[in-house]
Structure formats: C-alpha cells, structure tokens
T-cell receptor, first 111, second 116 residues
C-alpha cells in the first residue's frame, strides 16, 4: 500500500513570498491533517479535514495560511506572505480510523 | 487543554543496554496514546499505540509501552537497544470525535543517542 505522498520535499523562499505544499493521502483515508514541526519541537496540528470539510482549524494562522482539500482526496496548504518564523517542516498525515500515517514532510526555509 | 510532557530532551544509552523514555499526558477524556519515531530527514513512523484493554502494549522493533492511568504516564521501553535506534522519539495523545480521529498533541520529543 502506498504511503502519504508530499511535494516538494524542500523549498527555499524569501520572506513575503508565497508557497504551496501538496499532499496525497493514503487511498481511502477520509481524514487528513496538516502539522507544522519547528526545529526542536514536536509537530503541531494546523488543520484537520474530514473528506473535504474542515473539522478543526483552530491553530491555523488564517491571516496568512490557507488549506483546501479538493474532492476529498488531495490537499494543498498555502502560505502568503511567508514570514521567517514559518521556517519548519510541514507534515501531512491521513487516517481511516484511529491511527495517523505521516508523509515525509516538506522542509520550508524562509530567508 | 490537552498536553504531553517528555521530561528528557536527550538520553544517551550504551548499545545493548535497556531503555526507558518517559511520557506524561494531560487529557480530559479517555486518551488514545501513541509513540512515534523520527529519523533525520524522515517522516514519523508509528511504534505503538494504546486505545484500551491491556495496559502493556507491544510495538514494532522490540519496543513496548505501559499505560498507567493513575500516573498519567505512557513510558516507552526496550530491553536492549541497537545503534539503529538512534533517533527522535515523540509521545502523542489524541481522541476520537465525530470528525474522525482528533488531531494529535505531541510532546517536544526525546533525542536518543546510542554509544558504542
């Protein structure tokens, strides 16, 4: 069974630029999550989707971050404009029941 | 609010020695508890999970964890570590609601160093 796919794996941008990350969950997984992992910390939930509806986005900085899940499958996370403090690894995870499976992440560096 | 505390930022263990990584949680309902491992440049791999039932759970790679409700703890153990166990270990807590499995709350992680 294929795992969670994410792209790109690495991205370097300058502050105030925009960036987008893509996630393809495990086939059939209805629930999808985006996490932010800052260096030296554990992942922090940004947003949770159930099919293509948002379940929890309470920790998403909505003034600059947005996310969507098209047709309940793939998802994109966008940052516009980026700040230095957005430098982190962005992890996507999916689940069909109760265990979350994580993708390899996208490492974002904001200069 | 839910939280996870991993008191040890770094732990150094000799190869072949036993290991225990500590995890304490705070959660308002019955928790789902997880241990994940992260190697450099890799995503998170699930080691084991606890939902209910037997409080001693077995995982992959020879790891086990014990859920102690009275101590709000879920410590990870391994009887004999291998050099390949060197990695970052994360404890996490979550639940289950109508929108599917809740997003997890993670601890800050414990960095495991293996001495030859």
């Amino acid at each position: 069974e294929a795992g969670v796919a994410q792209s790109p794996r690495y991205k370097i941008i300058e502050k105030r630029q925009s960036v987008a990350f893509w996630c393809n969950p495990i086939s059939g997984h209805a629930t999808l999550y985006w996490y932010q992992q800052i260096l030296g910390q554990g992942p922090k939930l940004l947003i949770q989707f159930q099919n293509n509806g948002v379940v929890d986005d309470s920790q998403l900085p909505k003034d600059r971050f947005s996310a969507e899940r098209l047709k309940g499958v793939d998802s994109t996370l966008k940052i516009q404009p980026a700040k230095l403090e957005d430098s982190a690894v962005y992890l996507c995870a999916s689940t069909i029941l109760d265990t979350q499976y994580f993708g390899p992440g996208t490492r974002l560096t904001v200069l | 609010a839910q939280s996870v505390t991993q008191p040890d930022i770094h732990i150094t263990v000799s190869e072949g020695a036993s290991l225990e990584l500590r995890c304490n949680y705070s959660y308002g309902a019955t928790p789902y508890l997880f241990w994940y491992v992260q190697s450099p440049g890799q995503g998170l791999q699930l080691l084991l999970k606890y939902f209910s039932g037997d409080t001693l759970v077995q995982g992959i790679k020879g790891f086990e964890a014990e859920f102690k409700r009275s101590q709000s703890s879920f410590n990870l153990r391994k009887p004999s570590v291998h050099w390949s166990d060197a990695a970052e270990y994360f404890c996490a807590v979550g639940g289950y609601s109508g929108g599917g499995a809740d997003g997890l709350t993670f601890g800050k992680g414990t960095h495991l160093i293996i001495q030859p």
